[in-house]
């Protein structure tokens, strides 16, 4: 770090000289030493000094202020490698744009992840004339548009051209919707090919936290309807809460008690529900508890026109044309009596845990992850380096407020509000949910008191609302996350009257958010301050139950004296340990699954590229292949020898046949090549389709088995055996299951498709 220090004292010395030139000198004298430096992809420690004056010259001409010895050591410690922690305000795009300069130059191809288009946009539009003044090209890559009528792979070639870019701006979504569709496509000209090098992820503990178990899903191909959704929804409206189920609000998990299976047994007519052959009847009971406990109606998700839509539960937004989990959204269905839709099969699912862990480097930038730089290590191998503040901050973090009643905290939280609007503090009011955001949204109208409400429904209209933020005497109410990403400026009238007011209504899960939360207020060595209100009737404690707590709150006591508030303190801190620990061991296990069907998708997207790559096959060596698929099936798993005719080889089979399977696979082989003799690759081109048509298949199927099998365990609470074991083992098996059906489906696809030939080969598969 000192002599990162050192360095960026001797670049803004270098950059002052640059200052003199006139812009087209500087532009010749950057694009020249650019492409030099670019050619040697090796620079001395002279070579980067001078190359970061370069850069940090050609921000000041595009953005007229010259970059903080802080942003230029941030820059360092992200081309190690590493995270920097940069509180809010610190200048972290800047930051990034000076790494991402660097990293060209050792020719790094590099992507610049944010967490929202707004942002990605944002930024890139920011950078682009920065990078351009350099003659570096560079790129952003916005979802796909659905609407437009473009040919798909004409969309894919622009938008191939558009990851090709050195420095590419994206999100992380974004990005892993193209690296699963990418990998669904039969043709070599849709494919992307994306290149894994140089992540730089902003606000990285959001992504690789916060998000970091939600799947990716693409789903598809519409499975046969069941009929069990309705029938385990009247299951469930019979169970007793508490004897018959339990729950965990916390991790939204709700298990069967002894007493709730034995009546599932009766009420199914089955021996033991959790017996192997009643997986899909588990898995539907689970899905109506699900649905019917933790799911929350106005909460989790809203009925409109007879459909269900999802919430998400921290911004509120409606989450258009995206689905519960595997069952659940239909589970829901169920349970408000609208139709049922079609179950969709997961075809390809990452989650962004494993995405970012593929990439060569990793780095990232955020002001909140030193607390959990253990986990950040140990999963990423990534290294947390605070980077000082460019000017010590005077915020002030005020105690906490205590009371026994939830009425009583909001009535203290208002008076406190009132006080500081009428001195004439911005507030930034913030609040664990969209639905606690409502309820002091509510509260204060009924007050008269106006304010902006910011739930990251609308994200570019939130931008306006955070510029509203730090006026005079403004109150915003607002969620955890929402606005992240964009810092409230406050001008000097307010700086000199204390800056901008946090109040957080609640402590939050863990030691980050609640740092996430103060880190708004007080960039840049402003003035500020923030408060935390607890009540005894809080989320935190009802999530954990403390027996100290409890007796507390029993006593009916208004005012708190000194003991208890210190012991509510202990407690809170113990609690919020408590969850990090748990969140962490969840992730970490949620890696391991995700790892195992990660080393299953790479062994098969590999043999797909080299099928979609290369058609050279030799053609003895397949029909041995087959032969020996069709010996294994007649061998191994007991198949009627007449019925395996009839599905693989031969459909106008009748019993009285004489049959040599192994000829009946030469005489197949004969006539295909036969018939596609005179055009030239047609052979290899059939053998083509029907490896990717039964692999494919196949895939999606058993991805879709193992996101199941994933529920399942989590969800299965009887077993003593350890859950990540039991997902391993079960998992092989799955796999191995999967292996022989794509052998078999080569088969049959081989023996029963049917070929036409007139300007290009057509098959027809069974
Ligand atoms: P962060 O992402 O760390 O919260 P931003 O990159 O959004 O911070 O920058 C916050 C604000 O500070 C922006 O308005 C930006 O233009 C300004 N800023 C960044 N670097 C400098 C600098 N070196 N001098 C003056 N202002 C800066
Ligand atoms: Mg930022």
Redesign the pocket.
């Known amino acids: 770090m000192n002599n990162f220090l050192r360095i960026s004292k001797k670049v803004l010395i270098l950059q002052k000289d640059l200052e003199v030139k006139s812009n087209i000198e500087f532009n010749e004298y950057a694009q020249k030493m650019t492409l030099k430096f670019y050619k040697l992809n090796k620079l001395d420690n002279e070579m980067e000094i001078s190359a970061l004056s370069i850069i940090v010259e050609a921000i000041r001409r595009e953005e007229g202020y010259i970059a903080f010895p802080v942003q230029i050591i941030g820059a360092l410690t992200l081309l190690n490698g590493n995270i920097a922690e940069m509180k ?1 305000g610190e200048g ?2 800047i930051t990034a744009i000076i790494a991402l300069y660097l990293g060209y130059l050792k020719n790094h191809h590099q992507i610049l992840f944010t967490q929202n288009q707004y ?1 990605a946009k944002r930024d890139y539009e920011f950078s682009r004339p920065i990078f351009k003044r350099l003659n570096i090209p560079s790129g952003l890559v916005e979802e796909l548009d659905k609407n437009s009528d473009q040919k798909f792979s004409f969309k894919m070639k622009e938008r191939q051209a558009l990851y090709d870019n050195p420095i590419v701006y994206t999100t992380n979504d974004v990005f892993g919707f193209d690296y699963l569709q990418s990998n669904l496509v039969s043709q070599s000209e849709e494919k992307l090919n994306l290149h894994f090098d140089w992540a730089i992820i ?2 990285i503990d959001s992504i690789l936290l916060d998000d970091a178990q939600m799947p990716l899903i693409i789903s598809g191909n519409p499975k046969a309807q069941s009929n069990l959704f309705k029938i385990t929804n009247n299951f469930v409206s019979l169970l007793d809460p508490l004897r018959d189920y339990q729950m965990d609000n916390r991790k939204k998990t709700v298990w069967l008690t002894e007493r709730g299976v034995q009546k599932a047994n009766k009420f199914f007519r089955v021996e033991n529900l959790f017996s192997e052959n009643n997986f899909e009847l588990v898995k539907h009971v689970m899905l109506a508890l699900q649905a019917n406990t933790i799911m929350k109606l106005g909460d989790d998700y809203i009925v409109t026109d007879g459909e269900i839509k999802l919430l998400d539960s921290t911004t509120g937004r409606i989450m258009e044309g995206s689905l519960f989990e595997s069952g659940l959204h239909q589970a829901i269905e169920a349970k408000e009596f609208v139709s049922l839709s079609k179950e969709n099969r997961s075809m390809a699912s990452v989650t962004y845990q494993n995405l970012f862990r593929m990439f060569n480097q990793l780095s990232g ?1 955020t002001g909140t992850a030193y607390t959990n730089r253990k986990e950040f290590l140990e999963i990423y191998n990534l290294r947390v380096d605070r980077i000082p503040e460019n000017i010590k901050s005077v915020r002030k973090d005020l105690k906490d407020h205590y009371t026994v009643s939830l009425s009583n905290k909001l009535e203290q939280i208002m008076k406190r509000t009132m006080e500081l609007i009428e001195a004439g503090r911005p507030v930034l009011l913030v609040t664990e949910s969209i639905f606690t955001a409502n309820i002091y949204s509510n509260f204060f109208w009924s007050r008269n008191i106006s304010h902006n409400v910011l739930t990251g429904s609308q994200i570019a209209n939130e931008a306006e609302i955070i510029k509203m933020a730090g006026k005079k005497s403004t109150l915003t109410i607002a969620t955890i996350i929402a606005g992240r ?3 409230i400026k406050i001008d000097k009238e307010v700086q000199e009257i204390g800056g901008l007011a946090v109040i957080a209504t609640e402590h939050f899960s863990s030691k980050r958010i609640d740092n996430q939360v103060r880190g708004r207020s007080g960039r840049q060595g402003e003035s500020g301050t923030t408060e935390f209100f607890v009540s005894l009737e809080d989320k935190i404690f009802e999530d954990f139950y403390v027996k100290g707590i409890d007796r507390i709150s029993n006593k009916k006591t208004v005012k708190l004296n000194f003991f208890q508030k210190e012991y509510i303190k202990h407690k809170i801190k113990q609690i919020q340990t408590k969850f990090e620990e748990e969140d962490y061991k969840n992730r970490f296990n949620s890696m391991e699954m995700d790892e195992t069907l990660r080393v299953q998708r790479e062994i098969i997207y590999h043999e797909r590229d080299s099928i979609i790559n290369q058609n050279q096959f030799s053609h003895r060596h397949f029909v041995e292949l087959l032969k020996g698929y069709a010996k294994d099936i007649v061998d191994n798993e007991n198949y009627d020898k007449t019925r395996f005719i009839f599905d693989f080889i031969d459909e106008s089979y009748s019993i009285d046949d004489q049959i040599n399977i192994e000829e009946e696979i030469n005489d197949r082989f004969n006539y295909v090549q036969n018939l596609l003799d005179q055009y030239p690759d047609a052979f290899e081109e059939f053998i083509n389709q029907i490896l990717l048509k039964s692999i494919d298949t196949e895939w999606v199927l058993h991805v879709d088995r193992m996101q199941q099998l994933r529920l399942l365990i989590d969800k299965r609470v009887t077993g003593q055996k350890n859950p990540l074991q039991e997902y391993q083992e079960d998992s092989q098996r799955l796999y191995k299951f999967f292996r022989k059906s794509v052998n078999k489906a080569i088969l049959k696809n081989f023996m029963l498709s049917r070929l036409e030939v007139k300007n290009n080969l057509k098959v027809t598969f069974p």
Do not use: N, V
């Open positions: 809010t972290k795009t942002l902003d606000e930038l990403g964009t810092d």
